[in-house]
């Protein structure tokens, strides 16, 4: 079955960086798009960023020019470097293919607090 573990996550202060990893297992992840998600406390789960099985990417406009999404076909993981963090990017972050949108992984929280 689809299995997606999320990492990478922790305390970081304002401005800092992280680099958060998901690892897939359960499908041909080389031929998949693949999004990142996250949640933060009280609100709806949002899409950040995506990358198409062909490496294009998409970002929602909150991240855009701070996260890079990218992927390694070969270790079945996708990535999400963040820089420039804010408070306001403090959430619970998924990974997720749109192709089995029912499954989701435990995410990893990132908090941006000084």
């Known amino acids: 079955q689809v299995q997606l573990v999320e990492s990478g996550g922790g305390l970081v202060q304002p401005g800092g960086s992280l680099r958060l990893s998901c690892a897939a297992s359960?499908?041909?992840?080389?031929?998949?798009?693949m999004d990142w998600h996250r949640q933060a406390p009280g609100k709806q789960r949002e899409l950040v960023a995506t990358i198409t099985k062909g490496g294009s990417t998409n970002y929602a406009d909150s991240v855009k020019g701070r996260f890079t999404i990218s992927r390694d076909n070969a270790k079945k993981t996708v990535y999400l470097k963040m820089n420039r963090l804010k408070p306001e990017d403090t959430a619970v972050y998924y990974c997720?293919?749109?192709?089995?949108?029912?499954?989701w992984g435990k995410g990893t929280l990132v908090t941006v607090a000084s």
């Open positions: 997720n293919c749109p192709r089995f949108s029912d499954s």
């Open positions: 359960g499908f041909i992840f080389s031929i998949d798009t």
